[in-house]
Each structure stands twice: as C-alpha cells, then as structure tokens.
C-alpha cells in the first residue's frame, strides 16, 4: 500500500487545479503588482481578482480582505494591529489557542497589555459564562479560534461575538482550520478580524489572507511600501494569491462533501478500532459531537505517543502527535493540558487528520496496523 498521510491538520496536498493556476501565474506574469507599466498592471489584475473571488466566497468586501505569508502572520496582524492602535488595555484569549496566538499575546503582556487566558471543559470548549465573568471595563479585544487544530472542538464564536458587540469589544477569530469544514459569511458574522491560511486547504504554503471588517482599527506590522491599503507592506504573492483563491473557491463549493467524506472516514477509523483493539483500549479527545470530523484526537494509554508515531511511520503512516510545532518533541501539548486530561490520555495521545486523497480502504488499513502495533508493545510490557 502507498504512504498514507493523515496529518491534513499539519499541511495538505496542494490540488491539481490550483497547482494549474500558480504555474500559469507563474510562468506568464512577473511584473511587480506597484508598477504602472503593463506588466505591472496585469500583476495587480492578478490580486485584485484573488481578491475578489476570496471576497465573494467568504461573503466579505475586497477591501476586507489582506494577503499575508501566512495564518500565523495573520494572527500576529490582527492581535498586534488591534492593540497597537491604541495604549494598554486587556485582552481575552484561550488558554487552547495555535502558538500564533498565544506566543503573540506573551509578548503584548511584556509590553504592558494585561492578558487573561480563558480555561475550556474536558472537550476543549470555552464556557461563555467564563468570558462574561472575565470581561473587565478595559477589555478592547477577544481571540478565540473558530475550531481547534489538535482536537478540532469547534467554539461558539456566534455567541461571543455578540457579546463583544453589545460591549464594542473588538473580536478576531483564528479561522485557519476551519475553513473548508465549517461554513463562513463574513458578513453575517459578529466579527472584526478572522485568520487564513491556504496550505490547510489544498493550496500553496507561505500565503494567508486577514479577514479587517471595514471600519476595525489596524495598526501595521510591515513597514514599507502601500500595498494592500497600506496595511501590509511588501510585493504581492502573485501566484500564491491566485492559487489561494482558487483554493478557497473549491473548498467553499466542496464543504458539505469533505464534511460527508470526513464522517465516513472517522467512522471507519473507529470500527476498525473498536473490532480490533476494544472500545476501553483508546479514548477520544475532544468534542466528537460538536468538532471537526476530519481532527480525531486518540489515547491509546499505555502506548507513548512518540512510540506510536514511530511505528505508524514504519508502517508507511504519517500522523502527529499535536500541532506541527511541538511534535519532534516529547512535549506535552498545552491543548491537551488545558482539557485537564488524564496523565495516561496526555503521553498517548495521537492526531489524526483527514483530507484530500484518503479512502475508507486507507482507515480500515490504519485500524489494523494500529491493533498490531498496540498488541505488540502491549505484550513487551
Ligand atoms: C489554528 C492555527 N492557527 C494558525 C496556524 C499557523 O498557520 P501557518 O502555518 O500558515 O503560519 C495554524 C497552523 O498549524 C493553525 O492550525
């Protein structure tokens, strides 16, 4: 059988026809999207109609939207954008936030900012009561992610955005793992900024966009020349900014299948666990109700999570033991320790992330490989 990649959550598969669109972006246009020559102005056609495309698919104005490197460039855009259009003030977060977040909020504290990291439940959700009781009368500023990208547990951004509105707090929303899962109009939503990135749904690394509703205050990070409304500064990604709508145009149209695809290669996954190793033999971290279906995260106690990802790998599967940063590390993730698992579910735990390419075949391939693996390690003890 060929290698089977189940770490969508770390990075996807770059689809053949947005591989199509950067090549032909690439190999006919390499004006610099600021000069007024032809080239130039064929190069600014090219973003401005990634704009536009992104703008109708996420249901946004094209002046809302700005091309960044990258989901974490865009978390760092609006949490520093936010907070440097003004002086001090507290800003609420979670305590499950990507590093983006939480490592940007750190540093806004060492600069005088006061932070609270809000906690979640077993499943990795944030109580609402939990935010009203942490609103305090100088809190300009809420990030909470729309769906986390070590359990998938989809958060109740609806509610908390309205609380931030009847209070005029500004609320930005880390939307890198839930586009292309969960549906999103922009406009409909009780939000001021939202982050993306295109390699997580089957587009290029190195480009993301930020969603600024009209009207939010952001101070820039980039200093330089007028691009993007002077608010990132730097040559626009020409091709990135192509593939990436394309990329979002395909994920928008095809959410309700992945979603259908997702269920039935989760429920594969599981039955094949629960025939070969026994429903006591793992547990599930997370919300399975209300989360991602593409994001399983599961405990095999007993079986180290780096043992465990070393034999998966042996046997031509690739998955992870929590966001791509920590994992090449022992670790522990802080999402998992802000579920307050136990200590057994924390050292075994396992990412399984579906995406574009993977079969049922494939999840029943991988439940019997896992069986084998836990039997034989099981037994050494
Ligand atoms: C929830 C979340 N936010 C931000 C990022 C960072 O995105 P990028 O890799 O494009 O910088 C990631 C990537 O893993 C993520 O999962």
């Known amino acids: 059988m060929k290698p089977i990649y189940l770490d969508h959550a ?17 190999s006919e246009q390499f004006g610099n999207a600021s000069s007024v020559h032809t080239f130039g102005r064929s190069a600014k056609k ?28 865009s978390d760092n855009l609006a949490l520093f954008g936010a907070a440097h259009s003004r002086k001090g003030g507290h800003i609420i977060t979670t305590a499950i936030e990507h590093h983006a977040v939480l490592h940007a909020c750190r540093e806004l504290e060492k600069e005088g900012y006061s932070l609270t990291y809000l906690p979640v439940d077993r499943t990795g959700r944030v109580a609402p009561e939990d935010l009203a009781a942490a609103l305090r009368e100088d809190t300009f500023l809420i990030s909470i992610m729309l769906a986390n990208n070590e359990v998938g547990t989809v958060q109740p951004i609806e509610e908390i955005g309205r609380v ?47 969603y600024v509703r009209r009207g939010a205050p952001l101070h820039p990070r980039l200093h330089g020349g007028l691009q993007e409304r002077g608010r990132r500064a730097g040559t626009e990604n020409l091709a990135g900014a192509a593939g990436f709508a394309k990329a979002v145009e395909l994920a928008v149209e095809g959410q309700a ?23 006591d033999a793992y547990h599930i971290n997370g919300d399975i109700e209300h989360g991602l279906p ?37 670790e522990i993730s802080h999402v998992l320790k802000a579920m307050n ?36 390690l099981r037994n050494k003890d």
């Open 10 to 26: 770390a990075s996807t598969p770059v689809r053949p026809e947005v591989a199509e669109v950067i090549m032909k972006i690439m």
């Open 46 to 73: 090219t973003v401005n109609g990634a704009r536009d495309s992104i703008a109708a698919s996420l249901g946004c104005f094209s002046d809302e939207w700005i091309f960044t490197g990258g989901g974490t460039e």
């Open 164 to 210: 931030a509105r009847e209070r005029g707090i500004l609320f930005h929303v880390d939307a890198v793992q839930a586009l292309g899962s969960v549906p999103i109009s922009l406009s409909d939503l009780p939000v001021d900024y939202m982050s993306f990135t295109a390699h997580k749904i089957n587009g290029p690394q190195g480009i993301g966009g930020l």
């Open 257 to 279: 299948d992945k979603h259908e695809e997702s269920l039935l290669l989760r429920d594969r996954l599981l039955h094949g666990l629960d025939r070969g190793i026994g429903r």
């Open 294 to 330: 593409n994001i399983t995260n599961i405990s095999f106690p007993g079986v180290r999570s780096d043992v465990m990802l070393m034999n998966l790998d042996m046997e031509g599967i690739a998955a992870s033991s929590g966001s791509a940063c920590t994992s090449g590390s022992l």
């Open 341 to 376: 698992l136990r200590g057994d579910h924390l050292s075994s735990a396992i990412r399984f992330s579906t995406g574009l390419g993977n079969t049922t075949e494939e999840m029943e391939h991988v439940a019997r490989k896992i069986e084998t693996i836990v039997k034989r």
